[in-house]
């Protein structure tokens, strides 16, 4: 008896001993749950299934609303091309006649454009469509419609078509744009190098964008999501498929895509085309000046303690500019009550009054203030191109 409980004993003792040496050293060996090594951090509330359907994963459903309001737009032009010397020989037009000689030849161009009103009005860029004489727009849908200019903004870079349809086309939907932030996820929408209709997704780099030359009035959105030529005029939409902004230019040195794109806001478009639909045209003041920056130097040589302002270089003759007294190194400082930081500020100042409305101007003229009652006149429109 003796001896089975020694065995017994033994027995035991090696069954422990070979239990702790594996809980210590292959604890998985042993059934049951188990201490994770890495221990990762999520929502306690909505387990990783769930966050993962979350609908910022995917911005399919603003595309959804945003592309049927998106069209193809394609242009054509008649163009003179250059006459060989040799076609105007009497000689060889007696054997060769004027087969050879086609002084015409039709050029081709591509853009996007977006579906404003349901009616058929369309928004684009002015340059997709400022050298065409034939516009064509290709619907999300696949059926092209010949399209009618109703109106163009060169100094916006902005043109509203029409197309004649008969059932309400895809309007798209205005978002406010007070609601856009610097950090806000942004899809742009075209027809990039005519590859077909494509998105492509970024956030708002900055905002108030100006003074880089594109356009006379500039105001622009820039973005980092792809923007390559054929995208002009396209869609630039927040993450509810609302749009933001008219995709207008890019900042290359290849041609293609850097990641710094520039839109023009939904609000300035949004004026822009209301004011071509009601006359054809937009109208701007204008008081017939030249106007440049005030540097440093110059600021210090007209007594000024700041470069607040805008340099009168030059006065229009006949101009409301001249009317009112003004001269060619006057320093314009403010309008009305409205101070003038710098000449951009000055040119959207003026344009954005009535012409034939009187504004006081304060100017500086030789170390001295004073000021003069401006009627505003109408800016001239910039002729089409032929």
Known sequence: MRRLWLIFAQAVTVAVALLFVVSTFRPEWLPGEHPTVIQIQGDSQTPPAVASTNSTASYAQAAERALPAVVHIFTSKEMATQ???????????????????????????????????????????????????????????????????????????????????DTPLPAITFASESSLHVGDVVLAIGNPFGVGQTVTMGIVSALQRNHLGISTFENFIQTDAAINPGNSGGALVNGEGALIGINAAIYSRSGGSLGI???????????????????????????????????????????????????????????????????????????????????????????????????????????????????????????RPE
């Open 261 to 383: 794109g520039f839109a023009i806001p939904v609000g300035f478009a949004k004026d822009v085309m209301e004011q071509i639909i009601r006359s054809g045209r937009v109208t701007r003041g204008w008081i017939g000046v030249e106007i440049q920056d005030l540097t440093p130097e110059l600021a210090n040589s007209f007594g000024l303690e700041s470069t607040n302002g805008a340099l009168i270089a030059g006065v229009m003759r006949g101009g409301p500019a001249e009317a009112a007294g003004i001269r060619p190194g006057d320093v314009l400082t403010n309008i009305g009550k409205q101070p003038i930081e710098d000449p951009q500020r000055m040119l959207e100042s003026i344009a954005a009054l009535a012409p034939g409305e009187h504004a006081r101007f304060t100017l500086v003229r030789g170390g001295k203030r004073y000021q003069a009652d401006v009627q505003i006149g109408r800016r001239p429109m910039i002729p």
């Open 83 to 165: 006459r060989n010397p040799f076609l105007d020989d009497p000689i060889f037009r007696h054997f060769f006649g004027d087969r050879l000689g086609k002084p015409q030849q039709r050029t081709s161009g591509l853009g996007s454009g977006v579906i404003a009103t349901p009616d058929g009005y369309i928004l684009t860029n002015n340059h997709v469509i400022e050298a065409a004489d034939e516009i064509e727009v290709a619907l999300n849908d696949g059926r092209k419609f010949p399209a009618r200019l109703v109106g163009r903004d060169p100094e916006t870079d902005l043109a509203v078509l029409q197309i004649q349809v």
